[in-house]
């Protein structure tokens, strides 16, 4: 048959399948996943992704899913990235026949056509050395691979144009996107047989190593004051300072980021929602609360422990890290050795990582008699962890914390009056919607810049239904003394 037509036979074909079965898997995903949900579903699987990232995600795709400022948008996902998530965070279970066969007719699943797909993907892809389809084959090949794209939701009109319309000087592009497609399921699966392989030996070698070699670590939970604390926050301030942050988080100028500020100011509900904040994105490793009323939360024994028990819950493969040290090295006894054992290795053991916070609230609160460990052993030693690891600490002026990391090169971040008395009264307004500002000032001014204080007296104030009076003076306290 005329060649200049089998050839344009094979581009058409090659067009439906990557332009049609783009969408089509597009709309597979959004069926479980719709677009305003997409940004947490993908957050929650981070870890998943993660496992497969540079070995088969590549680094322009994963920024497409996690952006660095934005919400992904799935209109950007190419064929093999739609792929991989539907294998991978979709929960879709495999036809009756497997991945690896055509399903029977009979089968109309998600997961079926998702495969039908895949196989004439691999059908034509077959005669690419020769790239041409005879008109039968094509006919064929067009009528059976139009049935699986319609039932993903692609309109049968379309296609039918497609088939028809004129030819364009791209349509050869078509063939390397199939075979780009091809090759990245290939490794892919490759890929995933390798981890299920690891997965299975060392859960066999765990299963021989004494358990309590991690699970006696020392762990706080602070679940339940970081979530208390969190309540505390109202939405809208804090503005200013979530700009100062996140491109400090995300910079490599600077591994240590402080807050410092007076009592009441509010850094410990900062710091709770920064933790909630990080935790939802996947990228918390560790939170500690200094707390000069309980002795284990400034021992920097328990600190390091603590912080290590977290890691093994929040970092990817770090447990797995720690358990094979412990295994083999028990050199804890001096703070130093701890610190190597319980945080450095294992981290360091890891594959190279997107920057994870360690924050660390109220580091004025572990001094004993003038002296900090922790603040010492946070000095001297955390600059030997792994760059990707960012610490955030938050503690009054009084503990020269500055200072003494110098040379860790830190930022600092103190309250600005006029921001953080702005907050205040978005705090106190918010609260008390019904006081006007004359009586808002009242309730401002008498704050004396203190959030916590604000806290309460906006509480006293709501108990006691007081609304718009001639003088609040009767309500309210003299001040914070």
């Not at 992904?72 to 991978?88: A, E, G, H, K, W």
């Not at 006919?139 to 319609?150: A, F």
Request: charged content about 25%; proline content about 5%.
């Amino acid at each position: 048959m005329d060649q200049l037509k089998a050839k344009a036979n094979y581009f058409r074909v090659c067009h439906l399948l990557v332009d049609k079965a783009t969408n089509a898997l597009r709309n597979a995903l959004h069926a479980m996943h719709p677009p305003s949900t997409l940004a947490s579903v993908l957050n929650a699987n981070r870890a998943t992704l993660q496992r497969i990232r540079y070995s088969v995600i590549k680094a322009s795709q994963w920024d497409l899913l996690f952006p660095r400022s934005g919400t992904p948008d799935s209109n950007n996902f190419d064929i093999s990235l739609l792929t991989v998530l539907l294998r991978n965070i979709c929960g879709l279970s495999a036809p009756a026949t497997g991945w690896n066969v055509m399903p029977p007719v009979s089968d109309t699943s998600i997961s079926a056509n998702i495969l039908r797909v895949k196989m004439f993907r691999n059908e034509v892809y077959g005669h690419n050395p020769t790239a041409v389809l005879d008109d039968v084959t094509f006919e064929t090949l067009w009528q059976e691979i139009s049935v699986p794209l319609v039932n993903l939701g692609i309109l049968q009109n379309d296609i039918d144009e497609l088939k028809v319309a004129p030819l364009s000087p791209e349509e050869e592009s078509y063939i390397e996107r199939l075979k780009e497609w091809k090759q990245q399921e290939d490794d892919f699966m490759s890929k995933l047989s390798d981890v299920e392989s690891k997965v299975v030996k060392l859960t066999k070698k765990v299963e021989n190593v004494h358990p309590s070699h991690v699970e006696q670590l020392a762990k706080f939970n602070f679940a339940g004051k970081i979530r208390d604390l969190s309540r505390k926050f109202q939405d809208g301030t804090r503005k200013w300072w979530f700009d100062k942050l996140l491109p400090w988080f995300w910079s490599e100028e600077s591994r240590v980021l402080i807050l410092t500020a007076g009592p009441g100011v509010g850094k410990s509900v900062l710091s709770a929602k920064l933790s909630a904040v990080f935790r939802e994105r996947g990228q918390l490793a560790a939170h500690h609360f200094c707390d000069f009323r309980n002795s284990d939360f400034n021992n920097p024994q328990r600190i390091l422990q603590s912080l290590a028990s977290q890691m093994c819950d929040n970092v990817e493969g770090f447990r797995d890290k720690l358990t094979e040290i412990l295994r083999r090295d028990h050199s804890r006894d001096s703070l130093s050795g701890a610190f190597r054992v319980l945080l450095c290795d294992p981290l360091h053991a890891l594959d190279r990582h997107d920057p994870m916070l360690i924050i660390v609230d109220a580091l004025d609160e572990s001094k004993t008699e003038e002296k900090s460990e922790f603040f010492e052993l946070i000095s001297e030693k955390f600059c030997e962890l792994p760059d990707w690891i960012k610490i955030f600490i938050s503690s009054r002026p009084e503990l020269a914390v500055r200072k003494i990391l110098e040379h860790l090169h830190p930022s600092e971040i103190r309250p600005d009056e006029k921001d953080h008395n702005h907050d205040i009264e978005l705090f106190v307004r918010h609260s008390l919607p019904n006081f006007d500002d004359n009586s808002i000032r009242s309730v401002i001014s008498k704050c004396e810049g203190s959030f916590l204080y604000a806290y309460y007296l906006v509480s006293e104030l709501k108990e006691r239904g007081v609304g718009i009076e001639p003088d609040l003076s009767d309500y309210i306290s003299n001040g914070i003394s």
